[in-house]
């Protein structure tokens, strides 16, 4: 089955810099990867997603790229807020089994 | 996308208790389902709720452990049976929307065993 590995498992960056994500994947028939961002005390809340037929995506200050041929794929947040601070989680879906396998999870934080 | 909600969104129990956690979606949802995320740790799936048949279980988690209901299109509920303190996590469920690939979460229901 699917297997994602998430690195790091901590970052720490200045507010201001940008920070980035990464997670690899397995199964080359995933075809649907999205990231979550859950806070302290909270569900997980999808903050951007990708699909196998685009290389990159991007939301205002989030960023999403997707390597096929590597099998991996990377979050990028630029100018980081103090509110960015927060665990995050990458996921690969086969949508087939339509199932999401999470990789470990980021633990990011901000510095004032 | 759908908004999710769970009840209780948190509980102490004592072990060999059960406890019944709910989740509303405000929308008709075609997959549910129920995940659980020990302390510090990422998202492991415990099944998938049918609507109208039994729910598929991943490995490692079976139905007398576990028992879902899906009645209808809004509306699941995972049950804790016979608890002990290594089930003290938190229980999250999840919805896709019709013909959509995303995924969305509830709140959590936070269980503590004692």
């Known amino acids: 089955g699917e297997n994602v590995e998430q690195h790091p498992s901590t970052l720490s960056v200045q507010e201001g810099d940008s920070a980035v994500i990464k997670c690899t994947y397995s199964?080359?028939?995933?075809?649907?990867f999205p990231w979550y961002k859950q806070e302290l005390g909270k569900g997980p809340q999808l903050i951007i997603d990708i699909r196998s037929n685009v290389g990159e995506k991007k939301d205002q200050r989030i960023a999403v790229t997707l390597n096929k041929t590597a099998k991996h794929f990377s979050l990028h947040i630029t100018e980081t807020q103090p509110e960015d601070s927060a665990v995050y989680f990458c996921a690969a879906s086969n949508q087939g089994a339509q199932k999401l396998v999470f990789g470990q999870g980021t633990r990011l934080t901000i510095n004032p | 996308s759908a908004v999710i909600s769970q009840k209780p969104s948190r509980d102490i129990c004592q072990r060999g208790t059960s406890l019944t956690i709910q989740c509303q979606v405000d929308?008709?949802?075609?997959?549910m389902f129920w995940y659980r995320q020990q302390p510090g740790q990422s998202l492991t799936l415990i099944a998938t709720?049918?609507?109208?048949?039994?729910?598929?279980?991943e490995s490692g988690f079976v139905i007398d452990k576990f028992p879902i209901s899906r009645p209808n299109l809004t509306f699941s509920t995972l049950t804790v049976s016979n608890m002990s303190p290594e089930d003290s996590s938190i229980y999250l469920c999840?919805?896709?929307?019709?013909?959509?690939?995303?995924?969305?979460f509830g709140p959590g229901t936070r269980l503590t065993v004692t």
């Open positions: 709720a049918n609507q109208g048949s039994e729910a598929t279980y």
């Open positions: 199964d080359s028939a995933s075809n649907y």
């Open positions: 999840s919805a896709r929307t019709p013909g959509a690939y995303e995924q969305y």
């Open positions: 929308s008709q949802v075609t997959m």
